[in-house]
T-cell receptor
Framework: DTGVSQDPRHKITKRGQNVTFRCDPISEHNRLYWYRQTLGQGPEFLTY????????KSRLLSDRFSAERPKGSFSTLEIQRTEQGDSAMYLC?????????????FGEGSWLTVV | DAKTTQPPSMDCAEGRAANLPCNHS???????VYWYRQIHSQGPQYIIHGLKNNETNEMASLIITEDRKSSTLILPHATLRDTAVYYCIVRADNNAGNMLTFGGGTRLMVKP
């Protein structure tokens, strides 16, 4: 499978714990995006990388959220001190460099339940 | 990016064509129209995109009006597996993030 891969697919954690999600983009896609989706809503943009550089992070929901892409390949999204309101699906997506109409492809998402 | 307006829900009979409308009256000249769909509990799936001309692929056809203020996604022979939320998104071709901004979409229910 050469699509965007996310791990784990499901995570249940206790409030206050830290969680980390991993995303492996499509090979050679230098842009990587993170989104969050809550029930009944469309995906909400969080942050994106071009190679290892995080070019937009102002929409991360709070300072408890952080993302890295240290070698410009896979990325991690960490949520510290989780709260029940963090329960959502976290989506990763990737694309080639921007040119005419390059397409963003999504992974299957990582479901987080905070209890 | 320009905002889009879609009906919240639509029904379609299995085997018939599903025509999903989208209004994007404030679209700019460098903005493409993208369609994605999301089947329950899965990530969004790319369907098709276009700038000015009508487009067709193995999944669907995209009809964009001449003034580019609206478009229609056509699923020619809808099946039960096409039941999903369909998102119409306009996206600028520039280097400023180039991310997708999702609205509420249209919940398409294909019925037997």
């Amino acid at each position: 499978d050469t699509g965007v891969s996310q791990d784990p697919r499901h995570k249940i954690t206790k409030r206050g714990q830290n969680v980390t999600f991993r995303c492996d983009p499509i090979s050679e896609h230098n842009r990587l995006y993170w989104y969050r989706q809550t029930l009944g809503q469309g995906p909400e943009f969080l942050t994106y990388f071009q190679n290892e550089a995080q070019l937009e992070k102002s929409r991360l929901l709070s300072d408890r959220f952080s993302a890295e892409r240290p070698k410009g390949s896979f990325s991690t999204l960490e949520i510290q001190r989780t709260e029940q309101g963090d329960s959502a699906m976290y989506l990763c997506a990737s694309s080639l460099p921007v040119s005419s109409g390059n397409t963003i492809y999504f992974g299957e998402g990582s479901w987080l339940t905070v209890v | 990016d320009a905002k889009t307006t879609q009906p919240p829900s639509m029904d379609c009979a299995e085997g018939r064509a599903a025509n999903l409308p989208c209004n994007h009256s404030t679209i700019s000249g460098n903005e493409y129209v993208y369609w994605y769909r999301q089947i329950h509990s899965q990530g969004p799936q790319y369907i098709i995109h276009g700038l000015k001309n009508n487009e067709t692929n193995e999944m669907a056809s995209l009809i964009i009006t001449e003034d580019r203020k609206s478009s229609t996604l056509i699923l020619p022979h809808a099946t039960l597996r096409d039941t999903a939320v369909y998102y119409c998104i306009v996206r600028a071709d520039n280097n400023a993030g180039n991310m997708l901004t999702f609205g509420g979409g249209t919940r398409l229910m294909v019925k037997p």
